[in-house]
């Protein structure tokens, strides 16, 4: 409850600060609007005091009425001040939402590489691991199933003669089995059939 005696003396206050404010304003000078501005603001402090006053008079007892509101900024509030805190308040509210889904996921992380871990550890893990790492490896080479052992060729076409003519032209083993090979190819013969080596050149010489 405010005391009418403490709204008195706080008028009186306003009003000798005005009459101050009012003499420094004279004193050093400046210009129509300035002053105008000066006066208007000087004005509705006195005239918010006068009003709370009268407020007070009406009601009995010696209540204080509440200001009534008179447009947006709600004039004698801390307008301003509502907004900062309630800005405040709104980041505040952001920032322990982002910190809770963080939480949230790291722990999500944490529990599927906890259950990775145990299924890598199981022995069936890893069996199954080695299968698929052995899949993997036949698909890299291939995916065909090993290669089927050449047969070996069992036609001797290096007669004794055939040879005899290759020892009087001077042929290397070697020389002779790549002249006898494409000789062969050229002639229709697989090749892979015949026995045409430097062992079998060799045996006939």
Same mark, same amino acid.
């Given at each position: ?10 008028f009186?206050?306003?009003? !000798?600060? #005005? ?9 050093? @000078? %400046?210009?129509? $609007? ?6 208007? $603001? *000087?004005?509705? *402090?006195? !005239? ?11 009601? +009995?007892? !010696?209540?204080?009425?509440?200001p009534?509101? =008179?447009? +947006? @900024?709600?004039? %004698?509030?801390?307008?301003g001040?509502d907004?900062?805190l309630?800005?405040?308040? =709104?980041?505040?509210s952001?920032? &322990? ?16 590489s ?26 890299? *080479? %291939?995916?065909?199933? +090993? ?8 036609k ?5 003669? &055939?040879?005899? =003519? ?11 089995? #790549? ?7 050229? *002639? ?5 059939? &015949? ?11």
């Amino acid at each position: 409850m405010i005391r009418k005696d403490n709204i008195v003396t706080k008028f009186e206050k306003l009003h !000798g600060e #005005y009459s101050s404010s009012r003499k420094v304003e004279s004193a050093i @000078g %400046g210009s129509n $609007l300035e002053r105008k501005v000066f006066e208007v $603001l *000087l004005d509705n *402090l006195l !005239g918010r005091g006068t009003r709370e006053c009268a407020d007070h008079d009406d009601q +009995p007892g !010696g209540q204080r009425v509440p200001p009534r509101p =008179t447009g +947006p @900024g709600r004039r %004698g509030r801390m307008g301003g001040v509502d907004s900062v805190l309630a800005a405040q308040e =709104t980041r505040q509210s952001l920032r &322990l939402e982002k910190a809770a889904a963080f939480s949230a996921r790291k722990q999500e992380e944490a529990a599927a590489s906890s259950l990775v871990a145990q299924l890598e550890s199981s022995p069936s893990s890893s069996s199954n691991t080695s299968a698929v790492v052995s899949d993997k490896n036949t698909e890299q *080479l %291939g995916g065909a199933s +090993p290669a089927k052992r050449a047969k070996r060729a069992t036609k001797n076409i290096v007669s004794p003669a &055939l040879a005899a =003519t290759l020892d009087r032209t001077k042929l290397t083993d070697r020389s002779a089995t #790549y002249v006898l090979t494409e000789a062969a190819r050229c *002639l229709g013969q697989n090749v892979e059939e &015949l026995n045409i080596n430097r062992s079998s050149i060799d045996a006939n010489a």
